[in-house]
């Protein structure tokens, strides 16, 4: 049953992503209403289905590959949507459905063994794993988000570029298109602050987690190691952030930089490594 509300997520998700899309090529208002109305449409089915797998599992829904997938997309959306209604600010909002659209499309498309529910392995069953995975989450998402500022601002940047080398005299469009930009980089810099700082949450859950599980805090397993890096990479973005040199397009690297150690850290380890966290 979870897998029909889904379902309807991920066409929901399309759609929206393609209204954000018209929005952005055309500016019609009327687009942006039905991009987030579309959206919020998908994220309540999406939560439906959730709520469903949760009761037929009876734990939460976050425990294998496909749950995980379905749980990220849920995350990036929800967490984006939050963000538009606090900044007002749709110029992302392509990228971020997108990137959702092909998550949970992707997660649709894996083997039938992979998507049933089974029980929990013995290292799973604690209600850390709630606190745990779901701050990692939420971290990945605001990351996500970041990840999509960053492509956005380059691509903007770059477009405001090849329009001041055709059009010197249109100042008002520059100084438009260079509020655009101010807005894209601070966007990103609120939400990797608040990413890492669910990412700290994460890590400490995740050391006390361990403690009760395997009697260490910290074992350098892969998973860890490549979240610590995660982390740190984040750190120095704020750390330099504070400098004026590091604003703009050297901020959007470091944000996309950071998202691919994201990607490394929640796929690249349990596909090339081994190690503790093997079974996710």
């Not at 992979?114 to 709630?130: D, F, R």
């Amino acid at each position: 049953m979870d897998a029909f509300w889904f379902g309807i997520a991920l066409i929901a998700y399309g759609i929206s992503a393609f209204f954000y899309t018209m929005l952005s090529l055309f500016g019609r208002l009327t687009l942006g209403k039905l991009a987030v109305g579309v959206a919020i449409a998908g994220v309540i089915c999406h939560t439906m289905g959730l709520i469903i797998r949760t009761i037929d599992a009876g734990h939460a829904p976050f425990t294998n590959l496909y749950e995980s997938l379905v749980f990220s997309s849920w995350s990036m959306v929800t967490f984006y949507l939050l963000i538009e209604y606090r900044y007002k600010a749709k110029v992302i909002g392509g990228f971020v459905t997108w990137m959702a659209f092909l998550t949970i499309g992707y997660a649709s498309l894996l083997p039938d063994r992979v998507k049933q529910v089974t029980p929990l392995v013995p290292a799973l069953q604690s209600h850390w794993l709630e606190f745990h995975v779901a701050a990692c989450f939420l971290a990945y998402a605001a990351f996500a988000v970041a990840f999509g500022c960053g492509i956005v601002y380059l691509c903007k940047s770059m477009g405001r570029r090849q329009r001041r080398q055709k059009l010197h005299s249109e100042n008002q469009e520059a100084d438009n298109s260079s509020s655009t930009l101010d807005m894209i980089d601070n966007l990103s810099y609120k939400t990797i602050r608040l990413g890492i700082f669910l990412l700290t949450i994460g890590i400490i859950t995740g050391a006390v987690w361990a403690n009760y599980s395997w009697g260490t805090y910290w074992s350098w397993d892969p998973k860890e190691t490549w979240a610590l890096v995660t982390w740190i990479i984040y750190i120095i973005y704020l750390h330099v952030r504070i400098t004026p040199a590091w604003h703009g397009k050297m901020a959007a690297w470091l944000a996309i930089i950071g998202f691919v150690a994201v990607i490394f850290t929640y796929l690249g380890v349990n596909l090339l490594m081994k190690g503790l966290h093997s079974y996710i």
